[in-house]
């Protein structure tokens, strides 16, 4: 069909605001996004159709309009159920790059217009994979998230083509989870990260055992400004050695994919606001009662709460506090990413904060949570940060009232203060760590730790550097066989005679006697901050 075809008798109400001398393009297809920057998308003859969510002001227009352009858009249709009347700037814009744009009154759905294109595009919808997807969009828009599954579903079902769509962490969002070991989600994942982080074009390959997979980026809107906190769309198979149609389809989907993290992601507004007042509620530590009463409006947490006697609408039970800090990420990053994390373990967690920092509330509703479970859980997001990017995470002791929660949140800093200390790119620390030496080390201000290191170490390590000596390692070991000649030198594979001498070196570079308890905790503390 062609772009005309929608200004005809029996066609949607559509009203043709600019470019009518380009009206004889031929239309292959509908891409329905208000992504930002929906050009990753487009393959060239589609019918682009916007809500104009995107828009800000009149760079907007200019921006969205030059990027479909170039990605080979035959035309732009405008939706005013949203934004209203289509602005001038944005009729301007497509003015001055000759693209077509037509307004859908707000009372003539997407779908409608999706399906018309359809309808004189193929006879034989069945054969046109990426119609296919265009078919059931209106059903991902009325029928939340289950929509996804019920496209993958037919995709699988009628087509033999498995996909799913993951988050950050491998937990499945939608698709045929028993299709796809823990393992396979956690090395998609991670390959899927490592590509981005390395800004490779998709699709990415990703061969494992169980066959190759292709990985496409899902991108929330607004643009999170790291994949650490994009769904990802898995399909099985190489794309790339797929026809046309079918690569369309793919990535079509993708854009699909994106467009339901979008709904999902303004179902969240309300939860998010509530998160953040709880917050300020718990930082001027306000009546315990405003924190209940704060705690049970969200609807994360009502759920729990239904049974509530009337009057008594205040939320009881035990929390965990989790407080948590990114560094060498993008402003605000860390929220959605713990967002998108715990999205697969509990829709019932509060997720508040902004900068560098954010605050989770969560119920215990069986057991706490541990921190070796959030290490693992958050374990592979490793893959995606870069080499200054770190995730540091404190846990609190559950809070059995809403009063504690104060006390929590503070426990849960002291936590994080703890992992912070540590190596490694993603560090949890819990609250059975808070009676822990490694407490006191977090809490010293990092000069007074280089200049206890230095004056304990720095001739060790430089004897070490000149003579090969192997000193700081005979140390450690000697330390943690408490002083155990026997021991240690078996550890080390040396003579006890051997030892002896290493250890006399270390006394004599260092002015202490390992033989006193106080001089083994001086150096084992320094170690520590090594």
């Not at 029928?143 to 491998?170: E, K, N, Q």
């Not at 090395?187 to 990260?193: G, I, M, S, T």
């Not at 969200?298 to 965990?320: F, I, K």
């Not at 921190?371 to 002791?397: F, M, Q, W």
């Amino acid at each position: 069909m062609r772009v005309r075809d929608l200004l005809a008798p029996g066609a949607p109400r559509l009203r043709l605001l600019a470019a009518e001398e380009e009206l004889d393009r031929q239309v292959g297809g509908v891409m329905t996004t208000d992504l930002h920057d929906p050009g990753r998308y487009l393959h060239g003859g589609e019918l682009v159709l916007t809500g104009m969510l995107w828009r800000t002001g009149p760079a907007d227009s200019e921006r969205f309009v030059r990027t479909i352009a170039a990605g080979g858009a035959v035309a732009l249709a405008a939706g005013e159920a949203e934004v209203g009347p289509v602005p001038e700037d944005l009729i301007e814009a497509c003015r001055r790059h000759r693209m077509p744009l037509l307004a859908v009154p707000d009372d003539i759905a997407f779908g409608t217009v999706a399906e018309f294109i359809g309808r004189q595009v193929s006879a034989d919808r069945a054969a046109d994979l990426a119609a296919l997807v265009d078919r059931h969009r209106l059903l991902v828009s009325a029928a939340g998230g289950g929509g996804l599954d019920a496209v993958l579903d037919l995709l699988g079902g009628d087509l033999d083509l498995d996909c799913w769509v993951l988050t950050p962490t491998g937990s499945v969002i939608a698709g045929p989870a028993e299709r796809l070991s823990a393992d396979d989600r956690d090395q998609l994942v991670r390959a899927h990260l490592g590509a981005q982080r390395g800004r490779r074009r998709p699709p990415h390959l990703a061969r494992l055992r169980t066959g190759a997979y292709s990985l496409l980026p899902a991108p929330a809107v607004p643009d999170t400004g790291t994949p650490l906190a994009d769904w990802l769309l898995a399909v099985a198979g190489d794309i790339t050695e797929w026809t046309t149609k079918r690569q369309q389809l793919a990535e079509n989907l993708a854009g699909l994919v994106a467009a339901e993290r979008h709904r999902r992601d303004e179902g969240r507004r309300l939860r998010r606001r509530l998160a953040d007042e709880a917050l300020t509620l718990l930082q001027r530590d306000a009546d315990p009662a405003e924190i209940s009463r704060a705690l049970y409006a969200s609807s994360a947490m009502a759920a729990r709460y239904e049974s509530a006697e009337p009057g008594r609408r205040t939320a009881q039970g035990s929390w965990l506090v989790l407080s948590a800090e990114g560094t060498g990420l993008p402003e605000g990053a860390v929220r959605p990413i713990l967002e998108e994390a715990l999205n697969g373990t509990t829709d019932r967690a509060l997720v508040a904060g902004a900068g560098d920092d954010a605050v989770v509330v969560l119920p215990v509703l069986d057991s706490p949570v541990p921190a070796d479970a959030l290490r693992e859980l958050l374990a592979p997001l490793e893959a995606g940060l870069g080499p200054e990017g770190r995730i540091t995470l404190g846990v609190s002791a559950p809070a059995s009232e809403a009063g504690g929660l104060r006390g929590a949140l503070e426990e849960a800093r002291h936590a994080r203060r703890i992992a912070a200390a540590r190596v490694g790119r993603v560090c949890v620390a819990g609250p059975e760590e808070l009676a822990s030496h490694v407490l006191l080390l977090a809490a010293v201000p990092d000069e007074v730790r280089r200049a206890f290191r230095g004056r304990l170490l720095d001739k060790v390590i430089g004897y070490d550097l000149e003579h090969q000596a192997d000193l700081v390692r005979t140390l450690e070991a000697f330390l943690r066989s408490d002083g155990s000649w026997t021991r240690c030198a078996a550890q080390l594979h040396v003579h006890v005679n051997t030892l002896r001498y290493r250890i006399g070196r270390i006394e004599e570079l260092t002015g202490r006697d390992l033989s006193r308890l106080e001089d083994r905790v001086d150096f084992y503390l320094a170690l520590e901050l090594a």
